[in-house]
C-alpha cells in the first residue's frame, strides 16, 4: 500500500491446490542450521531485524503446516487454549481472514477489534493497552496507520506484536510471496524481483527481506516516489553482505529487463484518495503488461498482493497462467500461521528442510 513518504521518515527519526504448488518441490534437505533457530517469545515489527535462517525458518514452518493441513488433512491444534488479539485501525479482506481463521484452524481464539471496538491512543493510550492485552491473550496483531505504534506496543507489552501492516513496512504480506515463489521455482537464491510502482511499505519489506535469501531486486519508482532514503540504505548494505543486487532506477523496462518476477501494488492507498488523480498522471507508462513482460526472462511470472487496480497491471497479465496473485492471497494464511506457531511455540517441521 502506497506511503505518506514524510510521515515515513518522521516515524524512523522517532524511533493447495494452486495450480503452481508442487508439494514435492523446492523442500528438500537444507542447511542443519535452520533446525536450531528459536523465534519463541519474538515479536514481527519488520524482517530488517529477521536474520536470514529466521527467516527461512519461518518459511519452512509455513510449508510445513500448509502441507500438513491442507494437503494431509490433519489437525494440528498447535494454539490450542491461545488467544490473539486482532486490532484493526485499516480495514483488509486477506489480513483478516488469513489470521483469524488460521489462528481458529489450529485451535486457538481470534479477537477482532475495530476502531469501533478499541480506541487506541484516544480513550486508551497504547501503553495502557499493550498492558491490558498482555493479561488477556498471548499475542496481538495489529494493522495500523503509523508504525510507531506498533513500537509502542511492543515496547510495553510481554507477548509478542505482529505488524498486520504499517505505513512502513509489510512483512507478512513479503513472507506469503516469498513463500508462493519458493514453490513455484523450486528455490528462492538466484532469482531476480522487479518491483515496479510506488516506494511504499510492501517495497520496503521486499528490500528488507530479498538480500537475505539470495533475491536480486529491481526497483522503479516514479521520481518522488521513491523508497524511504534509510530503508535504501541498509537495503544496500544487505546487498553487499550478501552479494545480490539491487537495482533503483525510475524507467519500468530497465527494471523488468532479465527479471523472473514483475512485482507491482496499488497506487492510490486508504488515506490517499485526494491524491489520485495526481498520483496517476504521475505513474503513467508504468502499468504492468505483456509488453512489459517481454523483456522479462522466459519464465517470468507476476505477483500483486491484491486489491487491484487495472491501471496497475491489465487483465491479459492479472488472469494469466503467469500470474501467481491468488497462490499468493492465500498463502497470506499459511505464512501468518507459520509466524504465529513460532512465535508461540517451539514446533519442529515434520517435512525436510528447504533448499534455498
Not at 503452481?20 to 515479536?43: C, D, E, I, M, T
Request: with cysteine; hydrophobic share 35%; charged share 20%.
Amino acid at each position: 500500500m502506497p506511503l505518506n513518504l514524510f510521515s515515513v521518515s518522521s516515524c524512523l527519526l522517532k524511533c493447495l491446490k494452486s495450480s503452481h504448488y508442487n508439494p514435492q518441490r523446492g523442500f528438500r534437505g537444507g542447511a542443519a542450521s535452520l533446525s536450531s533457530v528459536s523465534l519463541k517469545g519474538r515479536s514481527c515489527l519488520t524482517l530488517k531485524d529477521f536474520s536470514s535462517d529466521e527467516i527461512k525458518r519461518l518459511l519452512w514452518v509455513s510449508a510445513d503446516l500448509k502441507r500438513q493441513i491442507k494437503h494431509g488433512k490433519q489437525y494440528l491444534p498447535l494454539l490450542q487454549g491461545k488467544a490473539i488479539a486482532m486490532i484493526f485501525e485499516k480495514r483488509s479482506t486477506r489480513t483478516r481472514m488469513s489470521t483469524e481463521t488460521g489462528f481458529a484452524l489450529l485451535g486457538g481464539h481470534p479477537c477482532f477489534l475495530t476502531s469501533q471496538d478499541i480506541h487506541l491512543g484516544v480513550n486508551e493510550s497504547c501503553t495502557d493497552t499493550a498492558r491490558v492485552l498482555s493479561g488477556l491473550c498471548d499475542i496481538v496483531l495489529a494493522r495500523v496507520y503509523s508504525h510507531c505504534t506498533l513500537e509502542e506496543l511492543d515496547r510495553e507489552a510481554s507477548i509478542p506484536i505482529i505488524n498486520g501492516l504499517s505505513e512502513l513496512y509489510h512483512p507478512i504480506q513479503i513472507l506469503a510471496d516469498f513463500l508462493t515463489l519458493q514453490e513455484h521455482y523450486g528455490s528462492l537464491s538466484g532469482l531476480t524481483v522487479s518491483w515496479i510502482g510506488d516506494g511504499n511499505n510492501v517495497l520496503h519489506s521486499f528490500m528488507m527481506t530479498a538480500a537475505k535469501l539470495g533475491v536480486h531486486l529491481k526497483v522503479a519508482t516514479p521520481k518522488g516516489y521513491e523508497p524511504d532514503k534509510g530503508v535504501t540504505e541498509e537495503a544496500q548494505r544487505l546487498s553487499k553482505q550478501h552479494g545480490t543486487q539491487l537495482v533503483l532506477t525510475s524507467d519500468p523496462m530497465e527494471a523488468a529487463h532479465g527479471s523472473n518476477v514483475l512485482v507491482t501494488d496499488t497506487w492510490v492507498s486508504m488515506g490517499q484518495e485526494e491524491e489520485k488523480k495526481r498520483r496517476l498522471k504521475d505513474f503513467h507508462g508504468y502499468q504492468i503488461t505483456m509488453q512489459t513482460g517481454n523483456v522479462a526472462k522466459p519464465d517470468w511470472t507476476f505477483l500483486h498482493c491484491l486489491p487491484r487496480k487495472m491501471e496497475e497491471v491489465d487483465d491479459q497479465v492479472f488472469y494469466s497462467s503467469r500470474s501467481l496473485v491468488f497462490p499468493e492471497a492465500e498463502n497470506r494464511k499459511w505464512t501468518i500461521m507459520g509466524l504465529m506457531v513460532s512465535l508461540l511455540t517451539d514446533y519442529t517441521p515434520q517435512i525436510s528442510m528447504p533448499k534455498f
